[in-house]
């Protein structure tokens, strides 16, 4: 494509540590991930090395407590490791906001027992995490489920069927959200279900838009038994527990998708500085300054959307609203500006001989995951002007 080299975003990071972070993590991105990321994309090849190198550098626990093998790093640090990550390859970067997700109910609502047994594998051990919420009848409307856990003397027999898992067949763990009680959102329980229950398989991965190298399958539970020491929180509490793990994942997702945007601009960026037509490079005419200078600021306004929730999340704040925000904002943003980076590489654009493409594809799904946009409208109307009135 071009020789010319992206200009390094202009971070604004609280510490000397974080700069290094940040350092550390662009080195990966450039040498492990970025180099590989359109060949293994098109071979649908998940990387569990890159994974592993990952969770060997402490980058799989960077929000939770080191005393778990955490990094303590704010959400202000994480979200823009997630963005680097997800501009080097999109599988990655939300391969590590799903598994921090996956962590959540433990981390921040487990036992000390149950932390000191499990935290220390899940966050620096080599573990991957899947999160199990949706099922293939209940989606945005989660507080349907179906999946059911009884109570069998000191363990609990988990049966149904959880649809578009992110790590479906390949995690090592599983947070499940299962009905344990009354319909509604307070009869559903968390349990952290190991990857290799018995009478728990996945089926074939979707075949998908984009995102092809992260494995997204449904995920049977056929009378999968485990102990009460694996429910998280208490009975009737997994609800509310997803949703608040929900509220920090859609941040995960922004940044993702400001990472795809950044990557997407660095691109046309590129092609246009080097493509000539009318003797002049066409980085030259005003359309495409223009366009250029539009995604620019648009993916300015993103990231400073996100950050600005993930303080407010940092200093114990409510967050809610400003994750919905995000969520949404940064994600339409992708859409948009993946979607100039094909026209403004034109007919190339329209092909995988360039990345341009596949940032287009990948950036549809951060519209629907973890909530989809029309959900996130939902979620800022309540908060701006109410609940609606039934």
Same mark, same amino acid.
């Given at each position: 494509?071009?020789?010319?080299?992206?200009?390094?975003?202009?971070?604004?990071? /609280?510490?000397?540590?974080?700069?290094?972070?940040?350092?550390?993590?662009?080195?990966?991105?450039?040498?492990?991930?970025?180099?590989?990321?359109?060949?293994?994309?098109?071979?649908?090849?998940? /990387?569990?090395?890159?994974?592993?190198?990952?969770?060997?550098?402490?980058?799989?626990?960077?929000?939770?407590?080191?005393?778990?093998?955490?990094?303590?790093?704010?959400?202000?640090?994480?979200?823009?490791?997630?963005?680097?990550?997800?501009?080097?390859?999109?599988?990655? =970067?939300?391969?590590?906001?799903?598994?921090?997700?996956?962590?959540?109910?433990?981390?921040?609502?487990?036992?000390?027992?149950?932390?000191?047994?499990?935290? /220390?594998?899940?966050?620096?051990?080599?573990?991957?995490?899947?999160?199990?919420?949706?099922?293939? !009848?209940?989606?945005?409307?989660?507080?349907?489920?179906?999946?059911?856990?009884?109570?069998?003397?000191?363990?609990?027999?988990?049966?149904?069927?959880?649809?578009?898992?992110?790590?479906?067949?390949?995690?090592?763990?599983?947070?499940?959200?299962?009905?344990?009680?009354?319909?509604?959102?307070?009869?559903?329980?968390?349990?952290?279900?190991?990857?290799?229950?018995?009478?728990?398989?996945?089926?074939?991965?979707?075949?998908?838009?984009?995102?092809?190298?992260?494995?997204?399958?449904?995920?049977?539970?056929? =009378?999968? +038994?485990?102990?009460?020491?694996?429910?998280?929180?208490?009975?009737?509490?997994?609800?509310?527990?997803?949703?608040?793990?929900?509220?920090?994942?859609?941040?995960?997702?922004?940044?993702?998708?400001?990472?795809?945007?950044? !990557?997407?601009?660095?691109?046309?960026?590129?092609?246009?500085?080097?493509?000539?037509?009318?003797?002049?490079?066409?980085?030259?005419?005003?359309?495409?300054?223009?366009?250029?200078?539009?995604?620019?600021?648009?993916?300015?306004?993103?990231?400073?959307?996100?950050?600005?929730?993930?303080?407010?999340?940092?200093?114990?704040?409510?967050?809610?609203?400003?994750?919905?925000?995000?969520?949404?904002?940064?994600?339409?943003?992708?859409?948009?500006?993946?979607?100039? !980076?094909?026209?403004?590489?034109?007919?190339?654009?329209?092909?995988?001989?360039?990345?341009?493409?596949?940032?287009? +594809?990948?950036?549809?799904?951060?519209?629907?995951?973890?909530?989809?946009?029309?959900?996130?409208?939902?979620?800022?109307?309540?908060?701006?002007?109410? /609940?609606?009135?039934?």
């Amino acid at each position: 494509m071009s020789d010319r080299d992206p200009q390094p975003v202009e971070r604004q990071l /609280p510490t000397e540590e974080a700069r290094d972070l940040l350092a550390l993590v662009r080195e990966i991105a450039q040498r492990e991930i970025a180099p590989k990321a359109a060949e293994e994309e098109d071979a649908a090849r998940f /990387p569990r090395e890159v994974f592993t190198l990952l969770s060997e550098a402490g980058l799989l626990g960077l929000p939770y407590d080191s005393e778990y093998g955490g990094g303590e790093q704010p959400y202000e640090v994480y979200l823009q490791v997630l963005e680097e990550l997800a501009a080097a390859r999109l599988t990655v =970067g939300l391969g590590v906001s799903v598994h921090t997700l996956a962590s959540y109910a433990l981390a921040t609502h487990g036992t000390k027992q149950q932390q000191v047994e499990h935290l /220390p594998a899940m966050l620096g051990g080599g573990l991957l995490g899947a999160y199990c919420l949706s099922e293939p !009848a209940s989606g945005s409307d989660a507080a349907s489920l179906r999946t059911r856990a009884v109570r069998d003397g000191d363990s609990w027999v988990l049966s149904g069927t959880k649809a578009w898992i992110t790590h479906g067949g390949i995690a090592d763990f599983y947070t499940v959200m299962a009905r344990t009680g009354e319909d509604g959102p307070r009869g559903i329980t968390a349990f952290l279900v190991p990857g290799d229950a018995e009478g728990l398989s996945a089926a074939a991965p979707e075949k998908k838009m984009g995102l092809k190298g992260s494995p997204t399958a449904q995920v049977h539970l056929d =009378g999968v +038994r485990v102990s009460d020491d694996r429910r998280m929180g208490e009975e009737g509490q997994g609800f509310s527990i997803a949703l608040s793990a929900l509220d920090s994942g859609r941040l995960g997702i922004a940044a993702c998708a400001i990472g795809v945007a950044q !990557a997407a601009l660095d691109a046309a960026v590129g092609y246009a500085t080097e493509r000539r037509q009318f003797g002049h490079a066409i980085a030259d005419f005003q359309g495409l300054r223009f366009m250029i200078a539009d995604m620019a600021t648009q993916i300015e306004a993103g990231r400073a959307l996100y950050l600005a929730a993930a303080r407010l999340r940092d200093a114990g704040l409510p967050f809610a609203k400003q994750a919905a925000m995000a969520k949404l904002h940064c994600t339409d943003t992708a859409m948009r500006v993946t979607t100039d !980076a094909v026209q403004i590489l034109g007919g190339y654009g329209y092909t995988a001989d360039f990345p341009a493409e596949r940032y287009m +594809r990948e950036a549809k799904v951060l519209q629907i995951v973890e909530g989809t946009n029309q959900i996130q409208r939902m979620v800022i109307a309540r908060h701006v002007a109410g /609940p609606e009135a039934r």
